[in-house]
């Protein structure tokens, strides 16, 4: 890491930090395997179902799981750290949940899922889902 690039990994790990800490707490408390990269994000794999949401949960700078890694995944997952380190927990929190209110949750109209980039996050576009339908079906 150099120059720029060094001084936001660090920025972003140092405003994620409370936010962080607690989900490094919880994936504790749920078995999972602990690994920290190089950009100080922190992925939580193997997780039981149900002690995180959709796919997968980001939480500052730590990514929750069950088994859903990968690099694409892994880089949507660190756009969404900063997002939190960009807005703040709270206030990335409360736009990111009146957000999937607004567009019921689904996540090719969530603008937060948008900027993450959606098939890095494993999210079809259901244009391209329902093109494919109507060629096949």
Do not use: K
């Not at 660090?10 to 078995?31: C, E, I, K, Q």
């Not at 607004?102 to 890095?120: I, Q, S, Y």
Request: charge should be positive.
């Amino acid at each position: 890491m150099r120059g720029r690039s060094a001084f936001w990994t660090a920025f972003r790990a140092w405003r994620n930090l409370p936010v962080s800490t607690l989900a490094l707490l919880w994936a504790r408390a749920h078995g999972a395997t602990i690994a920290l990269g190089d950009d100080l994000f922190v992925e939580c794999s193997g997780m039981p179902r149900g002690s995180y949401g959709r796919g997968g949960t980001t939480l500052g700078n730590v990514w929750l799981h069950g088994g859903l890694g990968g690099p694409q995944r892994r880089r949507h997952e660190l756009r969404h750290a900063d997002q939190y380190a960009l807005l703040g927990t709270t206030p990335f929190l409360a736009l990111y949940g009146l957000n999937a209110l607004v567009t019921r949750n689904r996540p090719h109209h969530n603008v937060f899922e948008r900027w993450a980039g959606l098939e890095d996050g494993g999210y079809r576009h259901p244009q391209r889902t329902r093109d494919r339908d109507l060629r096949t079906g």
